[in-house]
């Protein structure tokens, strides 16, 4: 599984990418808004710093605007994937721009029919929200269940972005069912390298190499 890590925080985005942990990024007007910043500047800062796909959405409501501002922002580097909305006008623009070789993530994903019909437009990324869903008292992770079985049943190469993920066991989750991505926040994917067990071990073992006075350098 790919991870993608999901702000617009360069700061956050250089450590994760100096351990070699992402694959990626995915950012949305949210994440623009918090991180201050002029989307053009920071998302050029973003792809010259990591190699992956670096999402950038687009806000215009109709196919023709989302089509225009997507190329505004594929100018910025060759590694952006277009976000757009999953609405028909956005599936219009998905078509339109995958059929141009330009990397297109579909987003606001809440059901299968709507995952349906983006690998139908030939999105590169469809992004179903789980912690949303979860948030409505749905099982967003049943979602990525069903849109890996009707992918997998028809043949489909649109990969599947797991998204709005909010802790460890929804990385877990998604890795299980086999999303071809995750995109998280940056605490939650450090998160995953946390257990208590791992922390009393290495104390009691840091306790025993002190007793034995040696030194390894
Ligand atoms: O990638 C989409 C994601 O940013 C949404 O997350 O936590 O705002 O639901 P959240």
Redesign the pocket.
Same mark, same amino acid.
């Given at each position: 599984m790919k991870f993608f890590v999901?702000t617009a925080d360069i700061d956050a985005i250089r450590e994760l990418n100096d351990l070699g942990l992402i694959d990626g990024v @995915?950012t949305?007007p949210?994440?623009i808004m918090k991180s201050g910043r002029n989307i053009k500047e920071v998302t050029k800062e973003i792809c010259d710093m990591v190699d992956g796909p670096v999402s950038a959405e687009t806000v215009a409501l109709d196919a023709e605007g989302m089509i225009a501002e997507g190329l505004e922002l594929k100018k910025i580097a060759d590694n952006i994937a277009i976000k757009v909305p999953l609405t028909l006008d956005g599936l219009k623009a998905c078509k339109h721009l995958t059929g141009e070789g330009h990397m297109v993530n579909v @987003?606001l994903c809440f059901s299968a029919n709507q995952a349906l019909l983006a690998a139908k437009a030939g999105a590169t990324f469809i992004?179903p929200?789980i912690? &949303?869903l979860d948030d409505q008292n749905l099982d967003g992770m049943e979602l990525i269940q069903d849109i890996r079985t009707i992918y997998d049943n028809y043949g489909f190469e649109t990969q599947i972005l797991a998204?709005?993920i &909010?802790s460890a066991n929804h990385m877990k989750d998604a890795a299980l069912i086999g999303a071809d991505v995750a @995109?998280a926040p940056p605490a939650v994917i450090k998160s995953m390298a946390s257990h208590v067990l791992t922390d009393k071990g290495l104390e009691g073992f840091l306790k025993d190499w002190e007793k034995t006075g040696q030194k390894i350098l």
């Open positions: 999901d @995915t949305n949210s994440l @987003t992004s929200f912690g &949303r998204a709005s &909010r @995109t």
